[in-house]
């Protein structure tokens, strides 16, 4: 009996064990289950909810551009892209029979056909995938007919943008292309991570890139476990982009390029010298920024940076050339402010004698005897020579500093280069060498060192006839800052500090240019015998000039290769007697300034007047940056014109 016992006690024992072990582990299940269902069940509800529910950003319509008359320059147009669901035409022919049957109807090349293949073998089977975009409404009528027969295509319609004044636009506009990895990373904006989505590169669409995007829009979708889209449950549209209103003209804009289009490159500014609203921007060569908002291929890229014409360089704003004669009006107001009077004469031979080196006049046989305004009139080089001699490259950089040169306009354009201005201190900290009389012989006549801009010719020319005033550039009618637009408010630009009389004796100079005798541009005077313009050639050279090559006669034109000839530059301004629109010309290796370059400024000047004339006749006045008057500058009147 007592091994029973023995037994029996030890099995009622194991029994209690289990029991108890059982009791525990359906304690602790118990426990856990009201943990998750009582205090955890707010937390998991929103998982829950999170995992049922998606946001998705939706991006807004790109804010319009127009020019001062409201005419679009840059718009958004539909695109009909064709995409494919993987796992729809999985379940028929399979993806690679479709896309097969697809090269059959519009024109796929054999990098698309991999590039879906690629995609789909890393994306989910159910997520659309982009075979092709910017399809033509044949192609779309073509695809639509054979819908039944290309199982998992479907078209989509989306917006892309489009440039209708193309190439006479796409310096200032610039144009639009897909976020680069690093523009995503340095940037928070979740529209910046949307497929497809496209910002600002270059021109006024980067420098407004932030107003012109607006607010994203949001979509609320239901999705099932796999992420698969059942049904949209909420939609909010964005905020479209702010409209950007430009200062240009596009019928001066279309003038211009149908002017300039001859030469192989070129640049023309024109500005109103009181606001500095820009009405002219143009560069030559130019590209057209719509293959770059629908995909620019490999080949058309190449063609473009090899081009030995730069046309993706923006040449009114970062293109720099040696002013040459144009540079002759900061050197004669350098001159008058070192106490030389305007009346100091100097007699011009045909050359000037420093040390062993012969510096020569463009007048091989000279000029005789000059004054300032004469100087100004002909060009005289050793009446330039002779005065930088005296006032040295220092007082010369002064002004042309104050003018403009050597810095950055500040005009709301992406790319702007800030041009050279050199001084003795430049040369000893860049070069590590001392300056030498020479030297400031060469930049009095605007060679050696001395790099400007075309528009910064502009500028320099605007605040010598406009008073003095240190007007400086602009495109965009409003203000704009980041995501803010405001009306744009025309404080008084600071004075110069240039004495009115300086400024008279430039300006009787500049229209004895055009207007005189003996001027150098007076094949190029306004045809309009009731106006005058006024204004100062100028030719850069980009080469040395050998005594030998002196000696049998300086080759020019069709002689040499066109990357030797000289450089032609024009400043101009009118109505002469009320100075408004100034105009800068630069034709690269166009050989001299009054043959190549101031009958361009000659018609773009006219072109100016005329397009006054029709608003003045139509309503009134011609629209200024915000439909504010603008500020009058009296004293910037000569005291009789040439």
Request: charged share 25%.
């Amino acid at each position: 009996m007592k091994p029973e016992k023995t037994r029996s006690k030890l099995f009622n024992r194991r029994a209690a064990l289990l029991l108890g072990g059982k009791i525990l582990l359906l304690g602790g299940l118990g426990t856990r289950l009201y943990y998750l269902q009582v205090v955890e069940s707010e937390r998991y509800k929103v998982l829950a909810e999170e995992n049922r529910v998606n946001f998705r950003l939706l991006p807004p319509p790109r804010g319009f551009i127009t020019d001062r008359n409201g005419d679009y320059l840059a718009i958004n147009i539909q695109n009909y892209r064709l995409v494919l669901v993987p796992e729809q035409a999985n379940n028929a022919d399979g993806v690679e029979a479709t896309l097969l049957k697809l090269s059959h109807l519009i024109d796929l090349s054999e990098h698309d056909v991999k590039r879906v293949l690629r995609e789909t073998s890393r994306r989910r089977a159910f997520v659309p995938i982009t075979v092709r975009e910017n399809l033509s409404w044949e192609e779309v009528s073509r695809l639509g007919v054979n819908t039944p027969e290309l199982p998992g295509v479907n078209i989509d319609v989306g917006q892309t943008r489009h440039y209708p004044y193309g190439r006479n636009m796409a310096h200032v506009i610039g144009y639009v292309a897909a976020v680069s990895e690093k523009e995503l990373q340095n940037s928070d904006d979740p529209l910046l991570e949307l497929p497809g989505f496209r910002i600002g590169k270059n021109g006024v669409e980067k420098e407004y890139d932030i107003a012109l995007r607006g607010t994203a829009g949001t979509s609320q979708v239901e999705v099932n476990a796999l992420g698969r889209v059942i049904r949209e449950l909420r939609r909010q549209e964005g905020q479209p982009g702010h409209e950007v209103r430009l200062t240009l003209d596009m019928r001066l804009q279309d003038f211009i390029g149908e002017r300039v289009k001859d030469e192989k490159a070129a640049a023309v500014t024109v500005m109103d010298v009181h606001t500095g609203a820009m009405l002219g921007l143009v560069s030559t060569p130019s590209y057209d920024p719509n293959a770059f908002s629908e995909g620019l291929r490999t080949e058309e890229w190449r063609d473009l940076v090899n081009n030995p014409h730069h046309p993706l360089t923006n040449k009114a704003i970062a293109g720099q050339y040696a002013p040459g004669s144009t540079y002759k009006m900061t050197v004669a107001l350098a001159a008058m402010e070192a106490g030389i009077s305007p009346e100091h004469s100097v007699f011009c031979p045909g050359h000037m004698e420093l040390g062993d080196r012969r510096f020569h006049c463009w007048k091989r046989w000279g000029h005789g005897h000059m004054d300032m305004t004469e100087a100004l009139a002909q060009s005289c080089d050793v009446w330039f020579y002779d005065v930088a001699r005296r006032i040295g490259v220092d007082r010369i950089a002064a002004m042309a500093k104050r003018l403009g040169f050597g810095d950055p306009t500040g005009i709301d354009l992406a790319g702007e280069r800030p041009g050279l201005i050199p001084t003795k201190a430049w040369k000893r900290a860049t070069l590590g060498q001392p300056w030498h009389m020479g030297e400031s012989l060469v930049i009095g006549i605007g060679q050696g060192y001395v790099l400007t801009t075309p528009l910064q010719l502009a500028v320099s020319t605007a605040r010598m006839v406009n008073g003095g005033k240190a007007v400086r550039p602009h495109l965009a009618m409003r203000r704009i800052d980041g995501n803010t637009v405001e009306p744009r408010v025309h404080d008084p630009f600071p004075d110069l500090g240039i004495p009115k009389g300086h400024l008279n004796i430039v300006r009787r100079g500049m229209e004895a240019v055009v207007n005189g005798e003996r001027g150098t541009a007076r094949a190029s005077r306004l045809r309009d015998t009731e106006m005058e313009m006024g204004g100062k050639t100028g030719t850069s050279q980009v080469r040395r000039i050998s005594k030998a090559e002196r000696d049998a006669g300086i080759r020019s034109g069709e002689d040499i290769a066109w990357r030797l000839r000289d450089h032609a530059l024009f400043v101009g301004y009118a109505p002469a007697h009320d100075p408004r629109y100034v105009v800068s010309v630069v034709v690269e290796h166009g050989g001299g300034g009054s043959t190549a370059a101031a009958p361009i400024a000659r018609d773009v000047l006219e072109e100016v007047l005329r397009i006054e004339a029709r608003t003045v006749s139509d309503a009134g006045d011609l629209p200024d940056d915000d439909g504010s008057d603008r500020v009058k500058a009296d004293d910037a009147k000569t005291e009789g014109t040439g």
